[in-house]
């Protein structure tokens, strides 16, 4: 029980939440639009089963994802993934949603609503099996599904808030790609071929290398955006 009262454990908690959040808007669209053409007493459940069976197939992926990254490279691929995911995150795609088609029956509902999470999962299960990485120990898992159980209800009954605070704030968004680059960070120097070809690091090589992640994806998530802005100026 002491594992789950550590700092480490609670920091990878709030980690996991804020991903869960930032990156959960597409998940709130996706039902959303998948779920439009319901009757309106089928919309509950649809929201719900669709939900549901979307976060088990996740749980499962991070499973693996987490299993995974203790081949050597791989954290370096997923340190990679995430300074793009950071990044991409500061300079969202607006057409993401263009595909998703509606359904009057519930379960054709629900069937697109776990496929179209899934294909769309790929940076939540990144970037929270190296949440879950950082925390260390035996209890990844756990952390892992606790993280998750608690973002569910964000994300389904609170999303369009979170969504209207981040169109206030933007710092909000801007402060969540930086989390994924300091995620990104430290994955990368616990890399099992990194920890070998060059020994014991540093204590506070973890600290650096974070730091300088949430930098990279700032520096050229905003380089990006000045980009967008000034091709968007008529000549």
């Not at 454990?9 to 869960?20: L, P, T, Y």
Request: aromatic share 6%; with cysteine.
């Amino acid at each position: 029980m002491e594992q789950f009262m550590t700092p480490e454990f609670w920091i990878a908690v709030g980690q996991i939440i804020m991903i869960d959040i930032l990156l959960g808007g597409d998940n709130a669209v996706v039902i959303a639009l998948a779920c439009r053409k319901l009757p309106p007493a089928q919309r509950t459940q649809g929201i719900i089963w669709g939900t549901a069976g979307a976060i088990i197939l996740r749980v499962i992926l991070i499973f693996f994802a987490l299993t995974l990254l203790a081949i050597p490279y791989l954290k370096l691929v997923g340190a990679v993934l995430l300074v793009w995911i950071g990044i991409k995150l500061l300079v969202p795609d607006e057409d993401a949603h263009g595909e998703i088609e509606a359904s009057d029956k519930l379960w054709a509902a629900i069937k697109t609503i776990i496929v179209a999470d899934l294909v769309m999962s790929v940076d939540n299960v990144i970037a929270i099996a190296g949440a879950a990485e950082g925390a260390g120990g035996d209890h990844k898992m756990p952390l892992v599904i606790f993280g998750l159980l608690v973002s569910i209800p964000i994300i389904v009954w609170g999303s369009q808030l979170v969504l209207k605070l981040m169109d206030r704030f933007p710092m909000i968004i801007t402060i969540g790609g930086m989390l994924l680059g300091w995620i990104a960070g430290t994955m990368a120097v616990t890399d099992p071929a990194v920890v070998k070809y060059f020994g014991a690091l540093p204590p506070n090589t973890s600290l650096i290398a974070g730091v300088a992640g949430a930098l990279l994806v700032l520096a050229i998530g905003r380089w990006l955006q000045r980009r967008a802005r000034s091709r968007s100026v008529p000549s």
